[in-house]
């Protein structure tokens, strides 16, 4: 499962990212040109108490080339809730009964709605409206998509 986030996350932020670029400023593909494309990465899964995911974005920027000037990398990393990956592995309990494939995808669109809001509208409310639209469109795209069908396939087994 992890080799498999690891592909989908960026994957489909991508393919979502361009996607809503496009429909938000009515453009072609062409015709935009973004400056300091950021990186994603999916950290892993990791115990904590308040959330399903989480999700950090930060700018850094790296002087190496003094004579050259510095280089700017936005980077973004989405972590699921550990919670998940004792389901998957077939351990059901009380703590875990909310985490199933569903709240699975339901949370990677959840973090990837965050990632996207915070790279064209950084001072929208985190969890308002543009967030709840983004997640719920987001979330139908995913389930579309041939990995995340393969995913609920090795959740089944
Ligand atoms: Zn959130």
């Not at 973004?76 to 699975?104: C, H, M, P």
């Amino acid at each position: 499962m992890l080799d498999l986030l690891n592909y989908i996350v960026p994957k489909y932020y991508w393919e979502y990212r361009r996607q809503y670029l496009w429909q938000s400023l009515g453009k072609g593909r062409e015709e935009v040109k973004l400056d300091n494309e950021p990186i994603i990465e999916f950290g892993g899964f990791k115990l904590h108490y308040c959330g399903k995911g989480q999700w950090f974005g930060e700018t850094e920027h790296i002087n190496y080339f003094a004579h050259f000037g510095s280089i700017t990398i936005n980077k973004k990393v989405i972590w699921l809730n550990q919670l998940f990956l004792y389901r998957f592995a077939g351990i059901s309990n009380r703590t875990n009964k909310d985490y199933d494939f569903f709240e699975l995808v339901r949370t990677i669109a959840h973090e990837l709605a965050h990632c996207i809001i915070y790279d064209f509208c950084p001072g929208e409310d985190s969890h308002g409206i543009k967030h709840a639209f983004l997640t719920h469109s987001l979330n139908q795209f995913l389930l579309k998509q041939k990995e995340i069908k393969e995913l609920e396939k090795a959740w089944e087994n």
